[in-house]
């Protein structure tokens, strides 16, 4: 069977239209007037001669969160996860990441396209994690037949479910025992550091980069910082602007990252909270398959009885509610939808499939 698209369109047109509750991706967020004054406020310089305050205030505090020397403010994930990538790989070289991980998967296979750089795929865990022996198989010999394996990628959250420090270490300790570098790409860092109780920078340790989203469930507009040791950060700083991700007085933007650190983090386990609710609520309901297991943090994942999911998804997209269309449904949980936005999403499934 074909790839289904990684982010199908919504229902409707106009699918994000104020008063829908729209349970696409955690993306779809808007900045609240808040985060709006912030960016009014903010002191701005052109960062490409590192003379925005603001870009530089929430380089250093991200480089601080997450446990590293230095950072860099990107336009984007994709961005981001691809100057680390360029910073530690040649061409000829590889990476080794679990199936399905956002960097091979969904990034327009930039690695391979844009760097020369081997994608290696391996198997990812229940718990979206990367099994020890299994990263150990994949470092290849030093033998001129294979690519020189360089960077095991990792990723917390992984379809919303979240690895421990000490599964992150097994995988990490045996990419170091060959020499590999280490980057995790933690878009939803701060969702898994909150689900689990332990600082972002302890989830970070394991890496020599790691990424953070902020335009995600943190809630603002444009912006993912990438963070590392000084002298990789300045090579990704090279390989931003290399990719045309160089900005000028992009402080109004990252004033609503700053903004996001401040405010969106600790408000998280509401999102989780309703998540859960809203999985345990749809796995009531007859013919519906809902993977509790895997709903650890903003993410709910539902398959739909095969006869009326098409009519379910209709009666919801009524009620309000969009989602992405097809049978299998992912449905996230972010600032935007309240718990009373969640119980309209029940109610409107309820009556759909009991009708
Ligand atoms: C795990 C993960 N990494 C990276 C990205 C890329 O982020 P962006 O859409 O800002 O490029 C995403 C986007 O959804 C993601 O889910």
């Known amino acids: 069977m074909a790839m289904t698209s990684a982010y199908p369109a919504g229902a409707t047109s106009g699918a994000n239209a104020p008063g829908k509750i729209d349970f696409r991706s955690d993306t779809v967020t808007r900045p609240d007037a808040v985060m709006r004054e912030a960016m009014m406020r ?20 991200a480089a601080g969160l997450l446990g590293k020397e230095a950072a860099v403010y990107c ?17 000829g070289e590889e990476i080794i990441a679990g199936h399905g991980y956002h960097v091979l998967s969904a990034e327009a296979g930039g690695c391979a396209a844009l760097g ?5 795929a391996i198997r990812t865990g229940a718990d979206g994690g990367l099994d020890p022996d299994d990263v150990e198989a994949a470092i290849k010999p030093d033998d001129p037949h294979y690519p020189i394996s360089r960077l095991l990628s ?3 959250t992984m379809g919303g479910r979240v ?10 300790a045996v990419a170091r025992r060959h020499g590999l570098s280490v980057h995790l790409d933690g878009a939803r860092l701060m969702n898994a550091s909150v689900a689990l109780g332990v600082s972002a920078s302890d989830l970070a340790a394991c890496a020599d ?5 902020l335009s995600k469930g943190l809630g603002a507009p444009v912006g993912t910082v990438l963070a590392g040791p000084a002298d990789v950060i300045a090579r990704a700083r090279r390989q931003r602007k290399l990719l045309g991700g160089a900005m000028r007085q992009s402080g109004v933007l990252a004033a609503c ?11 998280l386990a509401e999102d989780h909270a309703n998540a859960r609710h809203l ?18 943090t903003n993410m709910v994942f539902a398959r739909l009885p095969a006869d009326n999911w098409r009519a379910i998804l209709d009666h919801v997209d009524e009620a309000g509610v969009t989602l992405s269309r097809g049978r299998e449904l992912r449905l996230v949980c972010h600032k935007d939808i309240t718990s009373d936005g969640v119980e309209i999403a029940l109610q409107a499934f309820q009556q759909a499939a009991t009708s």
């Open 42 to 61: 903010a002191e701005v310089g052109d960062d490409v001669y590192g003379d925005d305050p603001t870009v530089n205030a929430l380089e250093t505090r």
């Open 75 to 91: 336009a984007s994930g994709t961005q981001a996860n691809l100057s680390a990538m360029l910073s530690h790989c040649q061409r």
């Open 116 to 120: 020369g750089i081997v994608p290696c």
């Open 154 to 156: 990792l990723e917390n």
């Open 163 to 172: 690895q421990s420090v000490e599964r992150l270490n097994a995988a990490t």
């Open 209 to 213: 980069t790691v990424t953070l989203c």
């Open 257 to 267: 990252g700053l903004h996001a650190l401040d405010h969106n983090v600790t408000r």
């Open 279 to 296: 999985a345990e609520g749809l796995s009531e309901l007859p013919g519906f398959e809902i993977d509790l297991e895997s709903c650890q």
